[in-house]
């Protein structure tokens, strides 16, 4: 679409057509960035119950599980079986009109064979396709299944995370999925400027355990330079004391202290003026260094007040601190709402639907939420009559028995 064509405030991505073959979490959370950034996208699924997501409650909302709300809005559903000869011939009058297609098939599957890019970019040179899965296109782990709580236990995360006496613990969030989601993201936007100026198309591939290698950051450094294995600190930094959750006399909260000056201003305001003076603790090498013996004195002070009471003075004094917000805190809190980061969506069966929306502005605007995640197959009859089909034949493919489907599998 040129530029001229794109509607005003269509989002920068107006024009792309992206086709969503991936389901659980990772594909369709890059499918749904490009989607609020104004791609137009068309989630195709399994006659068959669609992505599995869509059962993943309760809670539901409306016929399907919050679990798929959360990463499929803005999207068009058509429902065809890839593997029939009629659904493959749709999927390909689909592709022909695609910029990008994302997948997370098993590699080795039918289906990763049957839409392999080897196939689909001698027909279609300049399409972008991305490829997600589990643990990377090559070595001995290539053919693993694996979930988000899987790929955080072999790629580390787990190994980071929980108090240093206590068991691993996977990160409350699905790092994993989403940390591959948006590199995937990444990668997409920027084959489409290079397709921009090439006029090729190209094969990206990510994986959740690749993605979790990258986000390891100052933890893989920190090894590289040591050799030393680290250990769990709960919510404690590796290079910066202090800085974790404190208990206070009611509950817990965080301080951050990222350098001197700052650590003086916590001492100040708490009341122990002795231990900047402290040789365990004078500079931050040494207060990692002595990091229990000094978290042992602070607790004993911090434990005197409460949590709102520390988070004012301290606050008041400039030292980086708050208290541990739950989600409802944090969704009534007015910098949610003076960001705009919940929006609502007209959903068919559900009515007005909250989702979080997009976190990038563009020109002091967030890209505009304009449709609910679709029911199974919404879309159908009007995205095949776009491709060229009749009324009749869009009755004859959607009536296809939808009993050849792909092996049963965890999350690519």
């Not at 909260?253 to 900047?276: H, K, M, S, Y």
């Not at 007015?334 to 068919?348: F, K, N």
């Not at 976190?359 to 505009?368: A, K, S, W």
Request: with cysteine; aromatic share 6%.
């Amino acid at each position: 679409m040129s530029e001229s064509t794109v509607p005003p405030g269509a989002g920068p991505l107006a024009g792309i057509r992206v086709v969503d073959l991936s389901k659980i979490l990772a594909g369709p959370y890059v499918t749904m960035s490009l989607a609020d950034l104004g791609a137009d996208v068309v989630k195709v699924e399994h006659p068959d119950g669609g992505d599995p997501t869509r059962s993943w409650g309760p809670p539901f909302n409306g016929p399907d599980a919050t679990y798929y709300l959360s990463a499929n809005r803005n999207k068009r559903s058509v429902v065809l079986d890839l593997k029939s000869a009629d659904g493959h011939e749709a999927v390909h009058r689909l592709i022909s009109t695609a910029d990008v297609v994302v997948e997370n098939f098993r590699p080795g599957s039918s289906l990763h064979e049957l839409y392999s890019y080897e196939r689909l970019s001698e027909q279609y040179p300049e399409l972008v396709v991305l490829h997600i899965s589990a643990f990377g296109d090559a070595g001995p782990m290539r053919l693993e299944p694996g979930y988000d709580m899987v790929a955080q236990a072999a790629a580390g995360l787990m190994s980071l995370t929980g108090e240093p006496d206590g068991p691993p613990l996977k990160a409350g969030y699905a790092m994993a999925d989403l940390s591959a989601a948006l590199f995937g993201v990444i990668g997409v936007n920027a084959a489409l400027v290079e397709r921009a100026r090439t006029g090729r198309g190209q094969y990206l591939t990510t994986s959740l355990y690749e993605s979790q290698l990258a986000l390891h950051v100052s933890w893989a450094t920190g090894y590289f330079a040591t050799r030393e294995r680290p250990r769990r600190l709960g919510s404690g930094h590796p290079n910066l004391v202090p800085y974790q959750a404190y208990p206070a006399s009611d509950g817990n909260f965080v301080i951050a202290v990222g350098n001197q000056d700052l650590w003086r201003r916590l001492c100040v305001t708490i009341g122990r003026e002795d231990l900047p003076a402290d040789p365990r603790f004078i500079t931050n090498a040494d207060r990692v260094t002595h990091r229990d013996a000094l978290n042992a004195e602070l607790e004993v002070t911090l434990r005197e007040r409460t949590v709102e009471q520390w988070c004012t003075l301290l606050g008041q004094a400039g030292v980086p601190v708050t208290p541990i917000r739950s989600l409802d805190e944090i969704y009534a809190s007015e910098q949610t709402q003076v960001l705009g980061m919940i929006g609502t969506v007209d959903h068919p069966a559900v009515g007005e639907l909250e989702q979080i929306r997009f976190p990038v502005t563009f020109r002091g605007e967030r890209p505009e939420l304009r449709t609910a995640p679709p029911v199974l197959g919404e879309h159908s009859r009007e995205v095949l009559s776009e491709l060229g089909y009749d009324d009749a034949e869009v009755d004859r493919l959607l009536a296809a028995p939808g009993d050849l489907r792909e092996e049963a599998r965890p999350h690519q």
